[in-house]
């Protein structure tokens, strides 16, 4: 892990890359930023989470780092080990994770709940679209108070790099942190009343197999009796309506992805 601190005092604003080790658009968006050598009006911490995993080109090497929070200090597991150390650097902060995804292309942001933090910060980010967690953390960061979560979009782009540094120049202004200055508006901001807020219910599990397909998209909705998937050519049905969230063939190993529901829009929090 590599911490990089910005400004004078204790940072209480943090980012954290590369969670997993085969999404380098955090790293590059942190080191871009770095480079730039930006002032700051307050101090933040920037950090590079699991370097060896990066280095190797491979999402972890002996666990999930994304669900072995809160770890362990001192554990024989790289991750277990390192998740200790990550949650104690953001600990009080005030927290963007940086991920990307296999399954939609397009900035997504996500929270555990809606609270007063996703109520301040998810609007100022350019983000299409927004997922309530609820209680699937999973071991994740996201469990975390005052944690918001970005997928910058498809898994090793350079959009997805791209995006990233938008999404943490908007994160950082919109915590005080720095201006947002003209050259990080290609991802504009979108109107609150625009983006959809889904919440999820429940992981959709994955049957063993060999070869996988998926049939639907992401947030559009599918109906009961619909095959949404496949298993060696075996279609998979919907046993009910529901909202696709980070459905993919393969970005998990055991789930396709989760079942939502529609909830409102962003700019429905402010009478929430």
């Known amino acids: 892990m590599k911490v990089h601190e910005l400004g004078e005092g204790d940072p209480e604003v943090a980012v954290v890359g590369g969670i997993h080790g085969d999404e380098p658009c955090g790293p590059l968006a942190i080191k871009r930023l770095l480079a730039e050598e930006p002032s700051v009006d307050r101090p933040v911490k920037l950090i590079i989470a699991n370097e060896e995993a990066l280095e190797a080109g491979e999402r972890y090497l002996d666990a999930d780092l994304n669900r072995v929070f809160p770890g362990e200090a001192g554990a024989e597991s790289h991750e277990h080990a390192l998740a200790a150390a990550v949650a104690r650097e953001v600990e009080g902060c005030t927290t963007l994770a940086l991920h990307s995804t296999q399954s939609y292309e397009d900035p997504i942001g996500a929270v555990r709940s809606v609270d007063e933090v996703a109520k301040e ?152």
Do not use: H, M
Request: proline share 9%.
């Open 121 to 272: 910060l998810c609007p100022q980010l350019p983000v299409s679209v927004v997922v309530e967690t609820d209680a699937n953390t999973d071991g994740r960061l996201i469990q975390y108070p005052r944690t918001v979560e970005v997928e910058c979009g498809l898994q090793g782009t350079d959009e997805a790099a791209e995006n990233g540094y938008e999404l943490l120049r908007a994160f950082l202004a919109a915590t005080g942190v720095l201006p947002l200055g003209e050259e990080t508006l290609r991802l504009p901001v979108p109107d609150p009343d625009e983006v959809p807020v889904f919440r999820i219910r429940r992981p959709i599990p994955k049957p063993e197999g060999t070869e996988y397909e998926v049939y639907v998209d992401n947030f559009e909705i599918v109906t009961a009796g619909t095959a949404f998937a496949a298993v060696d050519d075996e279609a998979v049905y919907a046993e009910e309506d529901f909202y696709p969230v980070l459905l993919s063939p393969y970005g998990y190993a055991d789930i396709f992805g989760y079942i939502s529901e529609q909830i409102g829009t962003v700019g429905n929090w402010a009478t929430a």
